[in-house]
């Protein structure tokens, strides 16, 4: 396997997806799914027409966790069952910016590890 070295970061990113409406069962399903699939996913949220994976990777360069990012949805489409949306938005910040974030109120919370919940807006 990888060796993580010196240079390793820990990365936090959001991989935002949007398509045609889903039903939202079948999306949590597949986002559940894809949580079990996908190493150390954090937590997801959805609607019937957006998802947001929130999920920790490790890479030497940033570059390297962004181009993961962008096709994490498509490798997990088939064996996660997810819909067929595309990316919307990849945010990829380091560790410490994360933490920065968080201390701050009013910022997004990381949530419960692994939790998998419906967006606020999408009633």
């Known amino acids: 396997g990888a060796v993580a070295t010196e240079e390793s970061v820990m990365w936090f990113v959001t991989v935002t997806v949007s398509g045609p409406p889903a039903d939202t069962d079948s999306v949590r399903s597949s986002l559940e799914r894809l949580s079990a699939e996908r190493p150390f996913v954090v937590s997801a949220r959805?609607?019937?027409?957006?998802?947001?994976?929130?999920?920790?990777?490790?890479?030497?360069?940033?570059?390297?966790?962004?181009?993961?990012?962008?096709?994490?949805?498509?490798?997990?489409?088939?064996?996660?069952?997810?819909?067929?949306?595309?990316?919307?938005?990849?945010?990829?910040?380091?560790?410490?910016?994360?933490r920065l974030r968080w201390d701050k109120a009013g910022e997004p919370q990381v949530f419960v590890l692994g939790e998998i919940r419906r967006m606020d807006s999408c009633d």
């Open 46 to 98: 959805y609607s019937a027409d957006r998802a947001e994976v929130r999920y920790w990777d490790e890479s030497d360069e940033v570059e390297v966790a962004v181009s993961q990012a962008l096709r994490m949805w498509r490798d997990h489409a088939l064996t996660a069952r997810l819909p067929r949306w595309r990316v919307v938005g990849v945010e990829v910040v380091d560790r410490e910016t994360a």
